[in-house]
Structures are given as structure tokens and as C-alpha cells.
């Protein structure tokens, strides 16, 4: 008998591709979207100390009560609202996995962070899209109109967006509550950085999902620590899809950490974001570059005349790493790069200066 286990396999799942991203080496790593400053070395030691002190053969806490007290104080919102989980792509796939089956519409606008519309066709889900606008922005009649007419269960924004860097106001955030009951869920991954929130929202419209990472900000990106803030029905709800001690003990620790050096992951957050204003000046200068407005950590670029693969594999010979998105609706023509220190900036722009050199003298 001739064996065909892949055949068990969802024809959902095997018709897409995962969601991956090709190890590089470089000196300058600008394709993550990362913070360039770490957490303090005095306050590495006292986690590894924290973590030292109690035993590895116990579990964590099933709830880190703790750390969810910390994060309502921290956000402002209440205890039972919030929800920890292991970085917040978990906590997106826990509220895809409590609200998507076969033939579930999802509202996503469009190019956006990959992993919503792969985890609803995942879940047998429909993704319906909706373009962003001609300067990359977002369209908040034309989402509150597809949404509206569909009767959608659930919206997903990412806001500020990944990868355009562009933001949806909170009162249009507002508007997209009230309309329908469907759920809005915010992903804030970038938040600290744009200066704006739904979090306020959340007291007057129980629909409203708000999520957040430490990844970024708060400089844990390897310890993976994400949380949740909503309604206490809908935390209950999404906590079913939870898995169970999905945070660690050593990852809790640090996330308790960086709450309490706020105030230097603060300072970093602002240095991140004057960098940033810096390097679109500068990037606005640089004939057949157009940088677009960002309220995040990163700046997607868009090339006139020179091919982006070529540019991307130019710059990456110059020691410098940035990402490739011409796979994304409407951006082939465009690659992403993160905001890092000074000298990481100072390095990519002269890669990319030497990048397109090369491409003149090429057709000269």
C-alpha cells in the first residue's frame, strides 16, 4: 500500500508558504526591527541572579500574577483585562484561535505584518484585504465600509504598520469600534514609538483588543514576552487558547526588569525616535530614494531606478543587513530598514550611497 500522510495535512495549510526569515551574519543588523541598546549589564546580572536563586526542575507560575499587575499599572488598564503570553505573535494566534474556523471573515488592510492573513487561512479563515492608500496610508472609510458590509467577526490593525510605519488615528480607531460589534484587535508592537495608543479606548468599547511586545521598546526581543489588554470577558475567553506555563520564569523576570528601568528604556525610546526623524532627513536627500513617513523604528524605503534585490545585496556586501519586502503587495520596489545607533545609521547610509554608485557607474 502506498503511504500518503501528507494528504492529512489541510489543503489550507499546505497551499501557503511559512512564515521564515533566512539567517544572515552581518556587522550591522538592520532587518528586525530591533533596539540597538540593550538592557543595562547591572540589570542582566540581577535577572540571572532571580533566576539562579529558585529551582529549574519547578514550574513557572501558571498565571504570573506578578507581572500581570505590573503590566495593568504599567498600561493602565486592569488587572483582569490583561493577558502574558510569550511574545504577542502568540497572543495574536491565541485570539485567531478563539474567533477564526472555515470561512470566518478577517478584515486586514493591506501590506501589512504577514503572520495575521497566514494564521487565518491557517484556521480555514477568508482574508478579505483592503489596500492602503496611494501614499501608503491608511484608508479608514474604505476599512469601515468593508468591515460594515461584511458583518466581519474580526478586524486586525497593526499600528503603527508594519512595514509602511504609518499610523491609524485614534479617532478613527474609535469610529471602526462603534460601527459594528465585530472585534478590533490593535497590534501596538511599535507603539513607544509613535507616541499614540488605543489603550485609552479600551474603557468604552468592549470590542477593542489592544497588543503589545516587549520586543522592541523594551529591548527583550530574546526572551519573547508579549501581552494582551481587553475586556475581562474577552481575556477570559482568549486565555482557553493559552497554553499552559507558556511564559517562562526566566523571561518573567526580565519582563519585571526592563517595567522598572522604564525610565532608562524610556530615553533609549527617544534617542530611537530622534534618530529616526534624522535618518528620513537625511534619506529625503539622496536622489532615486524615497523614504516614507514612519512612527516607528524603521523607515521603508522606496527605489526609483535601481533594483532593490541589487541595492539589498550591495548593502549587505558592505557589512550591513537590512530587509527585503519586494514580496509584499505594492512594495516591489521597496526594502525596510530599522533605526540603530548612530554609527549603525552612519554605516548604512554609506552603504547605500556606494550601492547606487555603483548602479550609475554600471550604466554609464
Same mark, same amino acid.
Not at 511564559?247 to 519582563?255: G, I, Q, R, T
Not at 537625511?282 to 527605489?303: D, M, Q, T
Given at each position: 500500500? %502506498?503511504?500518503?500522510?501528507?494528504?492529512?495535512?489541510?489543503?489550507?495549510?499546505?497551499?501557503?508558504?511559512?512564515? %521564515?526569515?533566512?539567517?544572515?551574519?552581518?556587522?550591522?543588523?538592520?532587518?528586525?526591527?530591533?533596539?540597538?541598546?540593550?538592557?543595562?549589564?547591572?540589570?542582566?546580572?540581577?535577572?540571572?541572579?532571580?533566576?539562579?536563586?529558585?529551582?529549574?526542575?519547578?514550574?513557572?507560575?501558571? /498565571?504570573?500574577?506578578?507581572? !500581570?499587575?505590573?503590566?495593568?499599572?504599567?498600561?493602565?488598564?486592569?488587572? /483582569?483585562?490583561?493577558?502574558?503570553?510569550?511574545?504577542?505573535?502568540?497572543?495574536? @494566534?491565541?485570539?485567531?484561535?478563539?474567533?477564526?474556523?472555515?470561512?470566518?471573515?478577517?478584515?486586514?488592510?493591506?501590506?501589512?505584518?504577514?503572520?495575521?492573513?497566514?494564521?487565518?487561512? $491557517?484556521?480555514?479563515?477568508?482574508?478579505?484585504?483592503?489596500?492602503?492608500?496611494?501614499?501608503?496610508?491608511?484608508?479608514?472609510?474604505?476599512?469601515?465600509?468593508?468591515?460594515?458590509?461584511? #458583518?466581519?467577526?474580526?478586524?486586525? $490593525?497593526?499600528?503603527?504598520?508594519?512595514?509602511?510605519?504609518?499610523?491609524?488615528?485614534?479617532?478613527?480607531?474609535?469610529?471602526?469600534?462603534?460601527?459594528? /460589534?465585530?472585534?478590533?484587535?490593535?497590534?501596538?508592537?511599535?507603539?513607544?514609538? #509613535?507616541?499614540? #495608543?488605543?489603550?485609552?479606548?479600551?474603557?468604552?468599547?468592549?470590542?477593542?483588543?489592544?497588543?503589545?511586545?516587549?520586543?522592541?521598546?523594551?529591548?527583550?526581543?530574546?526572551?519573547?514576552?508579549g501581552y494582551l489588554l481587553a475586556s475581562?470577558? !474577552?481575556?477570559?475567553?482568549?486565555?482557553?487558547?493559552?497554553?499552559?506555563?507558556?511564559?517562562?520564569?526566566?523571561?518573567?523576570?526580565?519582563?519585571?526588569?526592563?517595567?522598572?528601568?522604564?525610565?532608562?528604556?524610556?530615553?533609549?525610546? @527617544?534617542?530611537?525616535?530622534?534618530?529616526?526623524? /534624522?535618518?528620513?532627513?537625511?534619506?529625503?536627500?539622496?536622489?532615486?530614494?524615497?523614504?516614507?513617513?514612519?512612527?516607528?523604528?524603521?523607515?521603508?524605503? @522606496?527605489?526609483?531606478?535601481?533594483?532593490?534585490?541589487?541595492?539589498f545585496e550591495s548593502v549587505y556586501r558592505?557589512?550591513?543587513?537590512?530587509?527585503?519586502?519586494? #514580496?509584499?503587495?505594492?512594495?516591489?520596489?521597496?526594502?525596510?530598514? %530599522?533605526?540603530?545607533?548612530?554609527?549603525?545609521?552612519?554605516?548604512?547610509?554609506?552603504?547605500?550611497?556606494?550601492?547606487? @554608485?555603483?548602479?550609475?557607474?554600471?550604466?554609464?
Amino acid at each position: 500500500m %502506498t503511504m500518503e500522510p501528507l494528504r492529512h495535512i489541510k489543503p489550507s495549510v499546505r497551499s501557503i508558504a511559512a512564515y %521564515t526569515l533566512a539567517a544572515r551574519p552581518a556587522a550591522v543588523k538592520l532587518n528586525q526591527n530591533e533596539n540597538p541598546y540593550d538592557l543595562p549589564d547591572a540589570v542582566k546580572e540581577r535577572v540571572v541572579q532571580k533566576a539562579l536563586a529558585r529551582p529549574w526542575a519547578r514550574y513557572p507560575e501558571f /498565571d504570573p500574577r506578578e507581572l !500581570i499587575e505590573q503590566l495593568a499599572a504599567f498600561a493602565g488598564w486592569r488587572p /483582569d483585562g490583561v493577558l502574558a503570553g510569550n511574545g504577542s505573535n502568540e497572543l495574536i @494566534e491565541a485570539l485567531l484561535l478563539v474567533t477564526v474556523g472555515p470561512g470566518t471573515r478577517v478584515v486586514i488592510p493591506e501590506p501589512t505584518f504577514t503572520l495575521y492573513a497566514l494564521l487565518t487561512r $491557517v484556521l480555514g479563515g477568508e482574508t478579505i484585504r483592503v489596500g492602503l492608500g496611494p501614499e501608503l496610508e491608511y484608508q479608514p472609510e474604505e476599512l469601515r465600509r468593508v468591515r460594515r458590509e461584511l #458583518s466581519a467577526p474580526l478586524t486586525v $490593525v497593526c499600528s503603527p504598520n508594519n512595514p509602511t510605519g504609518g499610523l491609524l488615528a485614534a479617532d478613527e480607531l474609535a469610529r471602526l469600534c462603534e460601527e459594528a /460589534d465585530g472585534l478590533v484587535a490593535v497590534d501596538e508592537a511599535y507603539h513607544e514609538f #509613535s507616541g499614540q #495608543s488605543a489603550v485609552p479606548l479600551l474603557a468604552r468599547h468592549p470590542n477593542l483588543v489592544v497588543l503589545r511586545t516587549f520586543s522592541k521598546a523594551m529591548a527583550l526581543a530574546g526572551l519573547r514576552v508579549g501581552y494582551l489588554l481587553a475586556s475581562p470577558e !474577552i481575556v477570559r475567553e482568549v486565555n482557553k487558547a493559552r497554553l499552559p506555563y507558556n511564559l517562562d520564569f526566566f523571561s518573567e523576570a526580565a519582563a519585571l526588569a526592563a517595567l522598572a528601568e522604564w525610565p532608562v528604556l524610556r530615553a533609549n525610546v @527617544e534617542k530611537i525616535v530622534g534618530a529616526r526623524d /534624522d535618518l528620513l532627513h537625511r534619506l529625503y536627500r539622496i536622489p532615486g530614494v524615497r523614504p516614507y513617513p514612519s512612527k516607528a523604528n524603521f523607515i521603508l524605503l @522606496e527605489l526609483a531606478e535601481a533594483d532593490p534585490r541589487t541595492v539589498f545585496e550591495s548593502v549587505y556586501r558592505r557589512g550591513v543587513l537590512v530587509r527585503d519586502v519586494t #514580496s509584499y503587495p505594492r512594495l516591489q520596489r521597496c526594502l525596510r530598514v %530599522t533605526v540603530g545607533s548612530e554609527a549603525e545609521n552612519e554605516t548604512f547610509l554609506s552603504a547605500l550611497r556606494h550601492a547606487l @554608485e555603483e548602479r550609475r557607474f554600471a550604466r554609464a
